[in-house]
T-cell receptor
Framework: QQPVQSPQAVILREGEDAVINCSSSKALYSVHWYRQKHGEAPVFLMILLKGGEQKGHDKISASFNEKKQQSSLYLTASQLSYSGTYFCGYNAGNMLTFGGGTRLMVKP | ETGVTQSPTHLIKTRGQQVTLRCSSQSGHNTVSWYQQALGQGPQFIFQYYREEENGRGNFPPRFSGLQFPNYSSELNVNALELDDSALYLC?????????????FGPGTRLTVL
């Protein structure tokens, strides 16, 4: 069963903040966040591990609530380059199961 | 350091044909995972290869098969193509098969089945 992402889509003005949520019904080893621009490959943003360790992008932050099996990605002071579809993927073994994505559009 | 590469970029096939897609992993990575991404959806896990052995499989029929070579490059083969196989096929390489390792995606192969 794939993780559920919310919202499905969001439109921002440059400089505004956004939060993208990801929840799972399965116990997770790690949560992975990617951004994909139209016609391109998904680009790695962040991994959150059980125990609180994070690996990833300096300008993007995220949280992982292990008890609730939820993760949130925080985009602050958004830039035009943040536009794209954001995917969370959970890893409960050796395979990544991705959510349906959140489409983010940043306007000038 | 060379990133993940895939070939071909685009491919058009007809129903019933067979197709082979190729992926070269990032230098130093011994694990390759394959994903199918339909338009407007997230990538769906097909299978993973670790040190030339299949190391996990998603909910895909046996007509989806793969190989990994000693240099850790990989192939995805799809037999008896169906219209629903039209999608972007992505491969991703990682340092190991550990679930905590980052997977780096290639640019994908766009397959159209007519």
């Amino acid at each position: 069963q794939q993780p559920v992402q919310s919202p499905q889509a969001v439109i921002l003005r440059e400089g505004e903040d956004a939060v993208i949520n990801c929840s799972s019904s399965k116990a997770l080893y790690s949560v992975h966040w990617y951004r994909q621009k139209h016609g391109e490959a998904p680009v790695f943003l962040m991994i959150l591990l059980k125990g609180g360790e994070q690996k990833g992008h300096d300008k993007i932050s995220a949280s992982f609530n292990e008890k609730k099996q939820q993760s949130s990605l925080y985009l602050t002071a958004s830039q035009l380059s943040y536009s794209g579809t954001y995917f969370c993927g959970y890893n409960a073994g050796n395979m990544l199961t991705f959510g349906g994505g959140t489409r983010l559009m940043v306007k000038p | 350091e060379t990133g993940v590469t895939q070939s071909p970029t685009h491919l058009i096939k007809t129903r019933g044909q067979q197709v082979t897609l190729r992926c070269s992993s990032q230098s130093g990575h011994n694990t390759v995972s394959w994903y199918q991404q339909a338009l407007g959806q997230g990538p769906q896990f097909i299978f993973q290869y670790y040190r030339e052995e299949e190391n996990g499989r998603g909910n895909f029929p046996p007509r989806f098969s793969g190989l990994q070579f000693p240099n850790y490059s990989s192939e995805l083969n799809v037999n008896a193509l169906e219209l629903d196989d039209s999608a972007l096929y992505l491969c991703a390489s990682s340092l190991t098969s550990a679930g905590t390792d980052t997977q780096y995606f290639g640019p994908g192969t766009r397959l159209t089945v007519l």
